[in-house]
């Protein structure tokens, strides 16, 4: 932080003595509260980019509680653009110009989620990891740049960070004038039941009875498999604490089925069952990855598996198929996905997914919401409601990856422009990105 302080003196020098040069946005900036920023260099397509640190209260229905420094980046265009919060779920590690930006040449507030990457207090109480709490961290921040940027405001994100963008929206209907959920799931339950539906019936018959015969496959053969996979584990450095490595395999392959969808893997390049075990466990890190297991992930991942344990829900492992399989994890209660350890006490309360998930029926307007067809995450998603002003792409062949604008047929296109030109009362000159 000391580079930040730094950078904030010399600047605040450098205003008062007139050696700063055009600083229209810095000295807006420089008169915000609660704001620390440095220019950085790397920031895309943009007139400035700064690194911004943002004072944020732990708690912020109690402020004496203590605060943290909340990341952001802000990347500026002109005062009289829109403004598009891009809201990343997880730690934010530099500037991603989303879709919207590029459409409307907007400027972009790029923030960091509470608990992730630097965004982090002195203590990490996970009480005040929630959905309240992250919420009005992005509605400070809103309230905050409107008194540099008073055009159009809309937020979007990407899967958790998509969810979030709906669960903003739902705190703060006011807040933006449109919101942009990607690939958003909505869960309804601690384990979310409609993505084993979607896993029991998406695809060929064919192509689900080939995942299951691989997934039986290295079942059978866990006595060659495990010894190939520790010897990744020990190349990558990775660790096994939190669950002991035959934990870990048990998971890698049931989860097998859901990355397999979630980022549309091809049936056509599932092992036969002829190929060698080496080939077959060399496929199944490509697909699912022991690494997402190890305490090197599991740490890393812990606020988004703690806030899926505690308020948004994720999804269990259904073993039916698997009884006699399974060696080290239980058949019930199904193993769950979120994964958190014991040191961090943690209970589910479902209250606020049934709140929201009625609001995004009855209430939640200006919500543009894409999805991939073949994305297993989509099983959660929104599904459609005529009582709302809001629109879904449910976009054929797509995955959690490229379920984008840019994907779109021309059909999608035009009504995703046109949709955003009604809500925001604007008319889009360049409908092409990069």
């Known amino acids: 932080m000391k580079y930040l302080f730094l950078t904030l003196f010399v600047f605040s020098i450098a205003i008062r003595s007139g050696m700063a040069q055009n600083t229209s946005i810095e000295t807006a900036l420089f008169e915000l509260p609660d704001v620390i920023f440095q220019e950085i260099t790397n920031g895309g397509n943009f007139e400035k980019t700064y690194e911004l640190r943002i004072k ?19 990347s500026h265009k002109d005062f009289d653009q829109p403004t598009v919060m891009y809201i990343s779920g997880y730690s934010q590690r530099g500037v991603y110009e989303t879709e919207v930006t590029q459409l409307l040449n907007a400027n972009q507030i790029s923030i960091e989620h509470r608990f992730f990457g630097e ?3 002195d203590t990490m109480d996970y009480n005040y990891l929630t959905l309240e709490q992250a919420t009005a961290d992005l509605h400070y921040i809103n309230q905050l740049f409107r008194r540099i940027y008073s055009g159009k405001w809309l937020s979007t994100g990407i899967s958790k ?7 903003y929206k739902y705190f703060y209907p006011g807040d933006v004038d449109a919101g942009i959920p990607y690939v958003a799931p909505i869960n309804r339950e601690f384990e979310e039941k409609r993505l084993t539906t979607f896993l029991d019936t998406i695809g060929s018959d064919a192509c689900r009875a080939k995942i299951l015969a691989f997934q039986k496959r ?7 498999v495990i010894p190939l996979l520790k010897m990744y584990a020990k190349g990558a450095q990775l660790k096994f ?14 989860e097998y089925p859901f ?36 305490d090197n992930d599991i740490d890393y991942y812990l606020p988004h598996y703690y806030q899926s344990a505690s308020q948004m829900g994720y999804y269990g492992y259904d073993t039916d198929n698997f009884k006699k399989d399974l060696k080290a994890l239980p058949l019930q209660p199904h193993p769950h996905a979120a ?29 543009m919401y894409l999805y991939g067809a073949i994305d297993t995450w989509t099983a959660a998603g929104v599904p459609p409601s005529e009582k ?15 379920a984008r604008y840019s994907q779109m047929t021309p059909d999608e296109m035009a009504k995703f422009i046109t949709t955003l030109e009604r809500w925001l009362d604007i008319k889009i000159e360049n409908t092409e990105i990069k």
Not at 344 to 365: A, C, I, R, Y
């Open 56 to 74: 944020q209260p732990l708690d912020h229905s109690n402020p004496g509680k203590g605060y943290f420094y909340q990341r952001a980046f802000l």
């Open 241 to 254: 604490a939190y669950l002991s490595f035959e934990e870990a395999f048990e998971y890698s392959v049931l």
């Open 388 to 402: 709302v002003d809001a629109v879904w792409f449910f976009m054929k062949g797509k995955d959690h990856a490229t």
């Open 339 to 367: 994964i958190v350890p014991d040191r961090v006490p943690v209970k589910f309360d479902g209250s606020l997914l049934t709140k929201v998930n009625k609001w995004v029926e009855t209430d939640g307007n200006q919500l």
């Open 218 to 224: 290295m079942f059978k053969h866990r006595d060659e």
């Open 161 to 167: 960070g998509g969810a979030t963008t709906v669960f």
């Open 119 to 121: 965004s982090l207090p």
């Open 259 to 294: 990355a397999f969808w979630q980022y549309g893997a091809s049936c056509d390049e599932i092992p036969s069952k002829n190929s060698s075990m080496a080939e077959a466990a060399e496929y199944l890190m490509k697909i699912s990855d022991i690494r997402l297991f190890s």
